[in-house]
């Protein structure tokens, strides 16, 4: 089985982790407890980790991008009247 070292906790992710781990057969750990955890299992294959975002990173660069939509939409009204 593969470790796979993932920032806890894993629910501030917009992807299901353990559902990732469970379809590759990778033991989730805390990168928390790496050291710790390496010192008593020994020698570990680590996983190709997946990539991972955390909820509500995209949503940001949404709302900044409708803000510029919505200043320009106001400035040519003003500039048609």
């Given amino acids: ?3 796979w070292y993932v920032k806890f906790p894993i629910y501030q ?3 299901d982790v353990q559902e990732i781990a ?5 033991k989730i750990i805390d990168i928390a407890q790496k050291e ?3 010192a008593v299992a020994g020698e570990i294959e680590l996983a190709d980790a997946p990539e991972l975002t955390i ?3 995209e949503k ?3 709302k900044k991008v409708v803000k ?3 200043a320009k939409k106001v400035i ?3 500039a048609e009247d």
């Fill in 1 to 3: 089985m593969k470790i």
């Fill in 36 to 38: 710790s955890y390496e």
């Fill in 68 to 70: 510029k939509k919505v």
């Fill in 76 to 78: 040519k009204e003003d």
């Fill in 60 to 62: 940001k660069a949404v």
């Fill in 55 to 57: 909820k509500g990173a």
């Fill in 22 to 26: 469970k379809q590759n057969k990778f």
């Fill in 13 to 15: 992710y917009n992807e």
